[in-house]
């Protein structure tokens, strides 16, 4: 069976701007992340809120680059949340006091029988939701 991610904005973040958090190589370890889900003929699973995310912060030209190169990279599937996932998400938000894409990756995840890839602490209140792990555990 081909293992499934689904990754999280942060962790697109850490690879394109190769950050760091003074002590960790975060950019590091999501290319390395990447690159091992190559080796192990896995697939990265994303969805149109994390290109919401990412709209923040990038305008869509960088967004495709960025896109274009982890598919380059690893397999790269796009998929689409399902109305019953984005119900039971707002449930999880409100119980729960997390932003709702947060819930959201958690239940499509889960649905998708996909390890979430990020390191956002709000994950920490999803682990009953979701297999949850960071780059560097993956690597």
Request: net charge negative.
């Amino acid at each position: 069976m081909v293992q499934k991610y689904f990754v999280d904005t942060l962790i697109y973040r850490d690879y394109y701007e190769n950050r760091s958090d003074n002590l960790r190589p975060l950019g590091e370890w999501a290319l390395e992340f990447f690159r091992s889900v190559a080796k192990q003929k896995g697939v990265i699973l994303y969805c149109d809120l994390v290109i919401e995310e990412m709209a923040i912060e990038y305008n869509s030209d960088i967004i495709v680059l960025i896109l274009e190169t982890i598919a380059s990279i690893a397999p790269l599937i796009k998929i689409e949340a399902t109305a019953q996932e984005e119900s039971e998400a707002k449930k999880l938000k409100k119980e729960r006091k997390l932003p709702f894409a947060d819930a959201l990756y958690a239940v499509i995840a889960r649905d998708n029988d996909a390890i979430l890839v990020s390191r956002d602490n709000h994950f920490s209140l999803l682990l009953d939701i979701a297999v949850i792990r960071k780059p560097e555990e993956l690597i």
